[in-house]
């Protein structure tokens, strides 16, 4: 098989029969700066698109400074909500003329460092990451060469620029309203040293404090935000009560999935429908509007979330004095019940 070869300005300038130095300026657009014929730029233009012709981007790149690309990193592309996020920027970055590069830590703080290292070889102009580190010394050394974006999540105390939700206060809300009713409220989140968790939990709490229901601590259960962690934690909770209880707020859309396909396994839909049990989540799909389960769920802004960190990361690419550099985005409540 032969090895495919990529087409260069010397193999334009040769079919074209003019020089490699003109071939470059009439495919750089610089054809009327250097007084070139319209006929030898009509020729050349003719020879690049005949043959497929593409522009070496990274030699373009070395030579304006400047990549024109964006990284983006997620912990994982399934998610709805990340995979809404992502596909906004990518539109933003597209009319822009940019390129939006994106990559999956997983949520493992070891792979995350490994993809970002991989962005920052293909020189990207500036990070954008939902960070799974508990430190931010690494971003800090980081922005030395280019500019970091905290996305969705926050690390520690960190001072780096972000766009996050205010998920304290929407999750208080839902569960302030929700808890009137009921005697108890049991709560399954992910990893507590990321923010998101630290802030749900805390919305939670505050919901409970307001509608006058005293915390068992009993009822907060952890593991990670994928969907099997809410399959599990639901099957342990409904063995160790006997029943099932008679309110329960998932800390995400993934865990809300694990939760159904148990109680759906179990039979157990019909303390939905009968709203024997209440079930809420954080993280709204389309999907919910379609059951008849009537879940209320906090919906995050993915649009604003998207258009703020694209704003702000091209101010931080090409400035360095930008004010304010954080954002707390107000989230809504799908209410169905």
């Given at each position: 098989m032969d090895k495919r070869k990529r087409v260069t300005i010397a193999d334009i300038a040769k079919l074209a029969g003019v020089s490699k130095t003109t071939a470059s300026m009439v495919l750089n657009g610089r054809a009327s700066t250097f007084r070139i014929k319209d006929e030898t730029r009509e020729r050349v233009l003719a020879v690049a698109k005949e043959q497929?012709?593409?522009?070496?981007?990274?030699?373009?790149?070395?030579?304006?400074?400047?990549?024109?690309?964006i990284g983006l990193v997620i912990p994982d592309l399934t998610n709805f909500g990340f995979a809404s996020i992502s596909r906004e920027l990518e539109r933003l970055c597209r009319e822009a003329g940019?390129?939006?590069?994106?990559?999956?830590?997983?949520?493992?703080?070891?792979?995350?460092?490994?993809?970002?290292?991989?962005?920052?070889?293909?020189?990207?102009?500036?990070?954008?990451?939902?960070?799974?580190?508990?430190d931010d010394e690494y971003y800090q050394n980081l922005t030395k060469q280019i500019p970091v974006l905290q996305l969705d999540r926050h690390i520690g105390q960190s001072s780096l620029p972000m766009v996050i939700t205010d998920a304290a206060k929407v999750t208080a809300e839902l569960i302030c309203k929700t808890a009137e009713?009921?005697?108890?409220f049991y709560y399954f989140g992910g990893q507590l040293e990321l923010s998101p968790s630290r802030h749900r939990i805390a919305g939670f709490k505050?919901?409970?404090?307001?509608?006058?229901?005293?915390?068992?601590?009993?009822?907060?259960?952890?593991?990670?935000?994928?969907?099997?962690?809410?399959?599990?934690?639901?099957e342990q909770l409904h063995k160790e009560l006997g029943r099932l209880p008679q309110a329960l707020f998932t800390?995400?859309?993934?865990?809300?999935?694990?939760?159904l396909r148990y109680l759906n396994e179990h039979n157990l839909l019909n303390a939905l429908l009968n709203k024997e049990m209440r079930l809420v989540t954080f993280d709204n799909h389309d999907l919910l509007d379609c059951l008849p389960l009537n879940i209320d769920s906090i919906a995050q802004n993915s649009e604003e979330l998207?258009?703020?960190?694209?704003?702000?990361?091209?101010?931080?690419?090409?400035?360095q004095n930008v004010s304010p550099t954080a954002f707390a985005l107000d989230a809504k409540i799908r209410w169905r019940s």
């Open positions: 497929n012709y593409s522009p070496n981007v990274h030699a373009k790149s070395l030579q304006a400074k400047r990549s024109d690309a940019l390129q939006l590069f994106i990559a999956c830590s997983e949520d493992n703080p070891d792979i995350e460092q490994q993809v970002v290292e991989g962005l920052v070889k293909r020189q990207v102009d500036g990070l954008i990451v939902a960070s799974s580190k508990t009713s009921v005697e108890e505050l919901g409970l404090n307001r509608a006058g229901l005293d915390l068992d601590e009993s009822w907060i259960r952890h593991h990670d935000y994928q969907t099997e962690s809410g399959y599990m934690l639901m800390a995400s859309y993934t865990l809300l999935e694990g939760v998207a258009k703020r960190s694209f704003q702000l990361i091209q101010l931080l690419m090409y400035s």
